[in-house]
């Protein structure tokens, strides 16, 4: 694995380990209902101390892993309008690789979701190489399923994670 991050750009987007320094951006935009819509993780920081304890948490986690929670910019402007990432998650007792992301409300539909997708695939398969990655969405969440399809992740099964009902994706990939 490689101990050297690079910033994930995409076309509109700046991916990167969070920094203690977004720890008032990160708690102002946790209260957004489109952070905490289809959640199991607790995302909503309680205060100011909370969420600098949290983004130090993802710091040194990412430090250990090379992989992690990453915060998500608009290359424009800078501003903060949500999180990712590639974490561990335990699946019936297997250790995978999850995608995850969430933005804040105002920037849903806007296709970011899948532009974060496809940019942290590139990420796991060339920087990491995994060779495969899985993502797990509430049955309810439309769009989410839509940015996995498009994502070549392929439906596998219904799982229980902490007794919700979640769909359990897959991706396989190449690095041939």
Do not use: C
């Amino acid at each position: 694995m490689n101990n050297h991050f690079a910033l994930i750009e995409s076309e509109r987007l700046k991916i990167q380990p969070m920094s203690e320094l977004l720890y008032e951006n990160w708690y102002y935009l946790s209260q957004d209902e489109g952070i905490i819509e289809y959640q199991i993780s607790n995302y909503r920081m309680n205060s100011l101390e909370d969420s600098k304890k949290w983004i130090l948490e993802k710091q040194d986690y990412f430090k250990k892993y090379n992989f992690g929670i990453f915060s998500v910019h608009l290359k424009s402007s800078n501003k903060l309008i949500g999180i990712s990432g590639l974490k561990d998650i335990n699946v019936e007792d297997q250790s995978e690789i999850e995608l995850m992301y969430r933005l804040a409300k105002p920037f849903w539909g806007h296709g970011f979701g899948t532009e974060i997708a496809k940019a942290l695939i590139e990420y796991a398969k060339n920087h990491l190489n995994l060779k495969k990655i899985v993502a797990t969405v509430d049955p309810n969440n439309v769009t989410s399923k839509k940015i996995l399809k498009k994502s070549n992740f392929k439906f596998i099964k219904k799982i229980h994670i902490l007794g919700i009902e979640e769909e359990f994706h897959e991706l396989v990939l190449n690095n041939d």
